[in-house]
Structures are given as structure tokens and as C-alpha cells.
């Protein structure tokens, strides 16, 4: 029961006015803009189809980055599926560190039998498939490795988990084979098909035989077809059927453990009586189920088991070889990096002996040329102590001859005729020193000019000047 007090009822009557008179005002203002913007329509329409599509872009590039994804190369036609490094999108997306599988179907291979223990991963697998295929047909890189390439699939079929339902009064075996009757009637050559458990829910001889015919129509067609089993008649089908072959997902038989290493061309085994052993039941009973097991599955499991070894075997051996391989490669780049060192520090060392060899070579060079101008400074000063020896000599002999003949020159041109020398220009009557002979001719500085006279034209001067500057 509510109760209002009488003082506020005019106080609720005007609230309720004023929230009425709110919401008028907003419908307002939304007409109003409606109205304005209704000539944009196509243009907003138009941004708003283009935003979408970039967000989406968007984050499909963050996606695929995020997973580590590398875009699928689209199959030609009879090319067959490969998926390499491949993962459940949900697990990576989660960032759970899944063990990734390959998948390499060779030419004419069609058909995939998954076989092996429960929870080891055979339906994640056919999950994992089905998604990367419906992933890469809508755009987004799934979370494959480099060199995975896809079909182009015209339709995706899917039989996974149990779809019993009481409404329609349809149990497990009926509604897979509800499903596997839509999957035979519509599924060509270009659909993928995924089975789960198929031929399970009914005796196992008639589901075995009702799989194996579903598997060998779907194989004719060309279907490429991802089925997981425990059934041994199917996997007997892959070796006397073209276009199947057998997979399985390893299981540790040691500890019992699934291991959901994923590996083509053998059969799993289930594990049954293994598994109920480590779950606790009682020894009597599993000897008592192991010698009613019919003598064919007891063959067929024994082979299993030493091919399943020898997988892990092999397998092992792999390992240790890559490992092997890899300490090899970080030996071998590791000679490199010491190699090329090595030869930097060759290549270093040629090139300072070269620049020590030009230094020397400059400086030896240097030295000589030192030498050389040094020997030519010591000849031009040997020579000019000669010739001024010579000058004065025959200075003193024209004076002495001048002082002889009364201070008069003879009319003879002196010999030799040196720089420095003073001399008388016969046909000019002239006086000067010579500054250069060149052979017959004669450089004469007279009166600060300089003439160019035949030495036959000289003759010794009159007198010799008592103060001169030295001759050069």
C-alpha cells in the first residue's frame, strides 16, 4: 500500500508535468534534427556502411595479429587442403596454449579417419578445421602457419555432439542419422564434411558398415571429409580404400595421458581397458573383458600399440635430430659470426699495413725530395763560389791591366763572360754588368735597362765599380 502525504500531491502533480514536459521537449529536438538532417540520409547512410566497413577491417588485422594468423593461399581446383601450424580459434583467441596440428592431405586424398582415446582432441580438431575454413571464406585470417592452403568450400557440413532430442522423439543414432541423410543428399565434390563419433549409437557392426558406405559415397564425390571414430572396421577402411587414409591423436600410454599430437597415416587406439585400469576397476574383471576381446581386435590392437611405439619412436628420434640440427645451425652461425670477425680483423689489418706502407712511402718520398733540393742547394752554392772566385779573379786582372795602360780597358770582350761582370758596349760606348749569357748572346743591365747585345760587342769596362751588390 503506498500513502501519499497531502502536502506533497501538488509537488508530484508538478514533477509529473515537468518530466512530461521533458520528454515533449526531447521529441521535439529529435524531429527537428530528424528533419534537418533528412536531406543528408543517403550521404549519412553511405559514412555510416563505409565506418562499418573499416571497423570491421579493423578488427580483422587486430585479430589476426592477435592470434598470430597468416592468410590461408586459396586452393586451386584439385588441390588438395593443408593446414600447417593450426589451431582452434576459440583456444588461441583465449590465449591457452594449445598444441598445434597439421593437417597435409596429399593429391586424391579426401577422406580423414581421426581415431584415438576420448577427451584426446579429436573433436577440437574437427572444431578447429571447420573454423579455419568458415573463417577464411568470411575474410578473417584464421590461425594457421605460412603455407596452409584452403578449398573453396560451396557448403560446410557438421555432425557434432549429441542432438537426442524426447520432443521429437529422436535418439543419439537417429539424429545422426537424421544428419548424415541431409549431409549424403546435399554434400557435392566442393563441400567439407565433419563427422563426430560417426557410426557410434547403434551395434557397432551396423554402424560400422552404415559409416564405412556414408564414407566411401562422400570419398567417390570428391568431398573432403574430416571424420573421428573408435570403430576398428572403419579404421580398416582407409587401407583398401583410395582416397582415405588414417589419423590420430597421440595418447602417452605411460601415463595415460593425452599428448594431442596429431599424426596422418596411423590408426589410434582408444585405450578403453587401459583407461579403466588407471580409473581403479577391479583386475578380474579387465582380464576377463581382455580374453572375450575377439582375436581379430586383439591382433588389431597389438599392431596398433607397436605402431603407435614406433610412431613415438620415430617421432622422439625427430626430436633429438632437430635438436641435433639446431645445435648444429647455432654452431654453424656461430663460425660465421667467429669467421667474419676473423676476417674484419684480416680485413683491418690489410688495410692499416696499406696506410701504414703509404705513410712510409710519403715519408720516404718527402725525405728524398728533402735530399734532393738539399744536394741542389749544395751544387748552386758550390757553383756561385766558383763563378764569384772566377769574377773577382778577373776583375782584379782588368783592373791590373787598366792601371798597366793608364786606366784605359783594352777593346777586348773578357773571357769568360760571367754574370756580374762589368762591361762596355762597343757600338754604344756604353757601360753595364752582365746578368746573363746565353750562348752568343749577351743580357747587359745598363742604366737600370736591360739589353741584349752579341758578345762580340763586349769589351771590359773602363773601371770597376768598388761597391756593388753581389752577383746572383
Known amino acids: 500500500m503506498f500513502v501519499e502525504p497531502a502536502e506533497t500531491i501538488e509537488l508530484g502533480n508538478r514533477l509529473r508535468e515537468v518530466e512530461a514536459d521533458e ?38 588485422a587486430r585479430y589476426a595479429r592477435a592470434l598470430g594468423g597468416v592468410r590461408p593461399r586459396a586452393a586451386g581446383a584439385g588441390e588438395p587442403l593443408k593446414l600447417v601450424a593450426a589451431a582452434h580459434p576459440l583456444l588461441a583467441a583465449a590465449g591457452i596454449a594449445a598444441v598445434r596440428f597439421d593437417l597435409l592431405l596429399e593429391a586424391g586424398e579426401r577422406t580423414v579417419l581421426v581415431s584415438g582415446p576420448n577427451t584426446g582432441g579429436k573433436t577440437v ?10 573463417l577464411a571464406q568470411s575474410g578473417v585470417i584464421p590461425p594457421v602457419g ?40 546435399h554434400a557435392g565434390a566442393d563441400a567439407l564434411v565433419l ?3 560417426t557410426g557410434t549409437g547403434t551395434d557397432p557392426a551396423e554402424g560400422a558398415a552404415l559409416a564405412g558406405a556414408a564414407l566411401r559415397a562422400l570419398t567417390a564425390r570428391g568431398t573432403v571429409t574430416i571424420a573421428s571414430t573408435h570403430l576398428g572396421a572403419l579404421k580398416e577402411l ?41 580409473l581403479g576397476v577391479d583386475a578380474d574383471v579387465l582380464a576377463e573383458a581382455e580374453r572375450t576381446l575377439p582375436e581379430g581386435g586383439r591382433r588389431l590392437d597389438a599392431a596398433l600399440a607397436a605402431a603407435e611405439a614406433r610412431s613415438q619412436e620415430l617421432e622422439r628420434r625427430a626430436g633429438d635430430v632437430a635438436a641435433r640440427s639446431a645445435q648444429v ?16 680483423r684480416e680485413h683491418a689489418v690489410q688495410r692499416r699495413a696499406r696506410e701504414l706502407e703509404r705513410a712510409a712511402r710519403t715519408v720516404v718520398r718527402d ?103 753581389p752577383a746572383p
Open 23 to 60: 520528454k515533449r521537449e526531447v521529441l521535439r529536438i529529435l524531429r527537428a534534427l530528424t528533419q534537418r538532417l533528412r536531406p543528408q540520409a543517403d550521404g549519412l547512410d553511405a559514412a555510416y556502411a563505409m565506418l562499418v566497413a573499416v571497423d570491421a577491417t579493423y578488427a580483422r
Open 238 to 278: 582407409a587401407g583398401h580404400e583410395p582416397g582415405v587414409v588414417n589419423a590420430s591423436l597421440q595418447f602417452d600410454a605411460a601415463t595415460l595421458t593425452p599428448t594431442f599430437r596429431f599424426v596422418k597415416g596411423v590408426p589410434g587406439r582408444s585405450y578403453g581397458l587401459a583407461i579403466a585400469r588407471r
Open 367 to 469: 725525405a728524398l725530395l728533402e735530399a734532393r733540393a738539399e744536394v741542389e742547394r749544395a751544387i748552386a752554392a758550390a757553383r756561385e763560389g766558383r763563378a764569384k772566385e772566377a769574377r773577382r779573379a778577373l776583375e782584379a786582372e782588368i783592373a791590373a791591366l787598366a792601371r798597366d795602360d793608364g786606366g784605359e780597358a783594352p777593346d777586348v770582350a773578357p773571357s769568360p763572360l760571367l754574370p756580374g761582370l762589368h762591361v762596355r758596349i762597343r757600338s754604344l760606348g756604353l757601360e753595364g754588368e752582365i746578368e746573363s749569357v746565353h750562348g752568343d748572346a749577351v743580357a747587359v743591365r745598363v742604366r737600370g735597362r736591360r739589353l741584349r747585345v752579341p758578345a762580340a760587342d763586349l769589351a771590359a769596362a773602363a773601371s770597376v765599380p768598388r761597391s756593388r751588390p
Open 146 to 185: 605460412p603455407g596452409s592452403q584452403l578449398p573453396v568450400f560451396d557448403a560446410l557440413f557438421a555432425d557434432i555432439g549429441d542432438r537426442q532430442s524426447i520432443r521429437e522423439s529422436l535418439s543419439t543414432f537417429s539424429a545422426h542419422v537424421a544428419v548424415l541423410r541431409d549431409i549424403l543428399e
Open 329 to 344: 645451425e647455432a654452431l654453424r652461425e656461430e663460425l660465421e659470426t667467429l669467421r667474419g670477425a676473423a676476417l674484419e
Open 195 to 197: 563427422l563426430d563419433e
Open 125 to 134: 580438431l574437427l572444431k578447429a578445421v571447420g573454423l579455419a575454413a568458415a
